[in-house]
Nanobody
Framework: QVQLVESGGGLVQPGGSLRLSCAAS????????MGWYRQAPGKERELVAT???????QYADSVTGRFTIARDNAENTVALQMNSVKPEDTAVYYC??????????????????WGQGTLVTVSS
């Protein structure tokens, strides 16, 4: 019964900044990889950024240098700092987490949980 809740979406001007956050709650022993994905109208869902349990990050080419992903393991949260946003960044943004349950503590791969998404609109 783990859930992820995103927040921080909204309307922002091109060139502006926005910070998205995602909080995981429920029966959690630990979280391995976490990531942010987005889906624009008429487009496939794509990976934006990912961060491992050890803090290693990867970014899509389209956001490298503009977006930053970070996590707080103590709080089970992940954030996406979006700077210098462009109209093509407009999408519903989803967070994802690989969650290890206290019931299966020895597993290295847990259940991949998705948030319900938060809409980011970049428009002037």
């Amino acid at each position: 019964q783990v859930q992820l809740v995103e927040s921080g979406g909204g309307l922002v001007q091109p060139g502006g900044s926005l910070r998205l956050s995602c909080a995981a709650s429920g029966s959690i022993l630990r979280i391995n990889d976490m990531g942010w994905y987005r889906q624009a109208p008429g487009k496939e869902r794509e990976l934006v950024a990912t961060i491992t349990g050890g803090g290693n990050t990867q970014y899509a080419d389209s956001v490298t240098g503009r977006f930053t992903i970070a996590r707080d393991n103590a709080e089970n949260t992940v954030a996406l700092q979006m700077n210098s946003v462009k109209p093509e960044d407009t999408a519903v943004y989803y967070c994802n987490a690989d969650v290890i349950s206290p019931l299966t503590p020895l597993r290295t791969s847990g259940s991949k949980i998705w948030g319900q998404g938060t809409l980011v609109t970049v428009s002037s």
